[in-house]
């Protein structure tokens, strides 16, 4: 899966359910059938899509959605630090009807707080992303939109610097925002530090260095995942040798995410690292919105460029829930008929959805781009690399390392990125141990 992110989407206006995919916190009505063996009651929708909230695009959602099932009501109710709050109201029952799954929510966690949606072998029969939220051969969550990895660039900027190629490895990438910092006053790579999530973004990375469908399966047997050449070395050895070489911001720590969209759109920035979803965002706050663009991570493989795709937040259904088959048809609506991953501009949850436009740039590079979806961890192994990971107090889907990283690679501490990476296979490697018998 890929982490989560607070971010506010620019290109709600037409989105009318990115916020659905998230959420309706318990409401007081019935959800029983009526008399004519209708379904009947009220829904609340829990959602951190608050700028859709605003903007009166749920609203449309709401309307579609009550057209077709007039005896159900839909309620939203937008959370602006979701995922805080919400995993603080899941102590209680009192977290919603349907909901988007918490990004530190643990799989084995899944068949306590969720309604099981189907099988997962049935539900890949129509959805993809479904192993994104799956445990013991069931499907808790499905996907409100898919998102390819990659970066976001400036067009303009890049051609000011003389860049008129994309770079395939992460020397050329490192070389590349060298040019830019000398031939503009672009911040090359914007990290995005204050707001913390946006450091995450970097994880999505991993299995498309190697492009490789089974890295998640196979990290929870590597000692040493921080070592030369492997999928986390060369990610973090990317970011590390960007803030070394003062090619991100002067001062991470005063980083403003919402400026910074209208900031890569007018050449104040040429680069950041975010997920496919930011596309449409970017390309929204830019004067030019054919000067934004999208690119693979730097890094080929036999030639070839390696994108990962999966499932952003995931709907599901509260366990706890009076309103149970009201909740699944607001779902099963949502995917097959509100159209929001086209309007989001992401990859459709559906099997049989089409590409979105705002991937033009990697359609175009055709053979030259393999999207690549990770198998899902073998049964009885699914809480593997979290256990690790949590044991480890490392935090491979959180904020916390990579920011100490960009601190350290910024001369904040004494470390060097040897020292650095040393220390995390040294964690990581005892964590195991005790995790892996």
């Known amino acids: 899966m890929f982490p989560h992110s607070r971010r506010t989407r620019a290109a709600a206006l037409t989105a009318l359910a990115s916020v659905i995919g998230l959420t309706a916190a318990c409401s007081s009505s019935s959800g ?62 009192d977290y919603g009807d349907v909901l988007g799954i918490p990004g530190t929510i643990t799989p084995e966690q899944l068949p306590d707080f969720f309604e099981p949606l189907g099988t997962t072998e049935e ?92 890295f998640n399966r196979e990290l929870p047997q590597d000692d040493a995942p921080w070592s030369e050449g492997k999928d986390l070395y060369v990610i973090d050895s990317v970011l590390w040798d960007a803030a070394e070489g003062g090619f991100i911001e002067d001062d991470p720590t005063t980083t403003d995410w919402e400026a910074s969209k209208g900031m890569l759109g007018t050449g104040e920035i040429a680069t950041m690292a975010l997920g496919s979803w930011a596309i449409g965002q970017m390309q929204e706050a830019a004067e030019d919105p054919a000067d934004i663009g999208y690119m693979p991570f730097p890094n080929q493989v036999g030639g070839t460029f390696c994108s990962s795709i999966g499932g952003d937040y995931n709907q599901a259904i509260n366990i706890h829930s009076d309103h149970k088959e009201e909740a699944r048809a607001w779902i099963d609506w949502f995917n097959s008929e509100s159209g929001y991953a086209e309007s989001q501009g992401g990859l459709s949850p559906l099997l049989e959805g089409d590409m979105p436009t705002t991937l033009a740039d990697f359609a175009a590079l055709g053979d030259d781009l393999v999207y690549l979806e990770q198998l899902p961890a073998e049964p009885g192994k699914e809480t593997l690399v979290t256990d690790i990971d949590n044991t480890a107090e490392i935090g491979l889907q959180k904020e916390i390392y990579r920011k100490a990283l960009i601190d350290a690679a910024r001369g904040q501490t004494d470390e060097t990125k040897d020292e650095f990476f040393a220390d995390l296979n040294t964690r990581w490697a005892e964590a195991r141990a005790s995790v892996v018998s």
């Not at 939220?133 to 990659?150: L, P, R």
């Not at 999530?197 to 999505?204: A, I, L, N, R, Y």
Request: glycine fraction near 10%.
């Open 32 to 93: 029983e059938s009526n008399d004519d063996g209708v379904m009947a009651g009220e829904i609340t929708v829990l959602t951190w899509r608050t700028d859709l909230l605003e903007d009166g695009t749920l609203d449309g959602y709401k309307a579609a959605f009550e057209k077709k099932y007039p005896d159900v009501t839909v309620e939203f109710e937008g959370i602006t630090d979701y995922e805080g709050e919400v995993r603080t109201r899941m102590n209680t029952d």
């Open 123 to 214: 539900l890949a029969q129509t959805y993809r992303f479904i192993n994104d939220k799956s445990f013991d051969g069931n499907g808790y969550g499905i996907a409100v939109v898919g998102n390819a990895q990659g970066l976001v660039y400036n067009k303009a900027v890049w051609e000011a610097a003389g860049i008129t190629e994309l770079p395939t490895t992460p020397e050329e990438f490192i070389a590349d925002l060298a040019a830019i910092a000398d031939s503009t006053d672009a911040v090359p790579l914007y990290t995005n530090y204050a707001a913390s999530w946006p450091v995450t973004q970097w994880d999505g990375h991993r299995g498309s260095i190697t492009c490789d469908e089974e």
